[in-house]
T-cell receptor, first 109, second 117 residues
């Protein structure tokens, strides 16, 4: 079956760095997305990886290893506004998104 | 570009009534749109895939006669919650995939919060 695993909740300190991991098992693979979702709002796009390696975009970076079925989202210089849920979603062979349950990130001062 | 508008943002209705939610892609065409439901403190749950000009594909456990989906044009999909009950109260979100794009990237509407009294 198809499956996405990511931690349920993580806590980090303002100004620090946090890495949110995601492992996936899908029928075929056409890329992996990371979305940020604040409570009560729709998800917003953060990153898309289809090739192995690290994609850096400001304070956020996303890494993909296709051979390991593994991705992570790295958030640097954490700000209080980064408190949100972070959703990992893999694209299968039919271009359907398979969603993880999301990781709730709590930022403490 | 790639804006998806969802309307209404908030709706309160009485039990037994029907509610229609619209999802529009404003600056692109979308052959495929998706409808999700999200209960408090839970992840997005895909309800159905809406394809322009054909019947929607519903996920297991989603009643197609209760959640009517119409995708009559390349820029509009509607979700109608028929005979709504309090347990249907939720955050409903749509997303659209631009036609002709292979990446699978989706653009989300703002979401519609439904409260059934």
């Amino acid at each position: 079956g198809q499956n996405i695993d990511q931690p349920t909740e993580m806590t980090a300190t303002e100004g620090a760095i946090v890495q949110i991991n995601c492992t996936y098992q899908t029928s075929g693979f056409n890329g992996l997305f990371w979305y940020q979702q604040h409570a009560g709002e729709a998800p917003t796009f953060l990153s898309y990886n289809v090739l192995d390696g690290l994609e850096e975009k400001g304070r956020f970076s996303s890494f993909l290893s296709r051979s390991k079925g593994y991705s992570y989202l790295l958030l640097k210089e954490l700000q209080m506004k980064d408190s949100a849920s972070y959703l990992c979603a893999a694209v299968d062979s039919n271009y359907q998104l398979i969603w993880g349950a999301g990781t709730k990130l709590i930022i403490k001062p | 570009g790639a804006v998806v508008s969802q309307h209404p943002s908030w709706v309160i209705c009485k039990s037994g009534t029907s509610v229609k939610i619209e999802c529009r892609s404003l600056d692109f065409q979308a052959t495929t749109m998706f409808w999700y439901r999200q209960f408090p403190k839970q992840s997005l749950m895909l309800m159905a895939t809406s394809n322009e000009g054909s019947k929607a594909t519903y996920e297991q456990g989603v009643e197609k006669d209760k959640f009517l989906i119409n995708h009559a044009s390349l820029t509009l999909s509607t979700l109608t919650v028929t005979s709504a009950h309090p347990e249907d109260s939720s955050f409903y979100i749509c997303s659209a995939r631009p036609s002709g794009r292979d990446t699978g990237e989706l653009f989300f509407g703002e979401g519609s919060r439904l409260t059934v009294l």
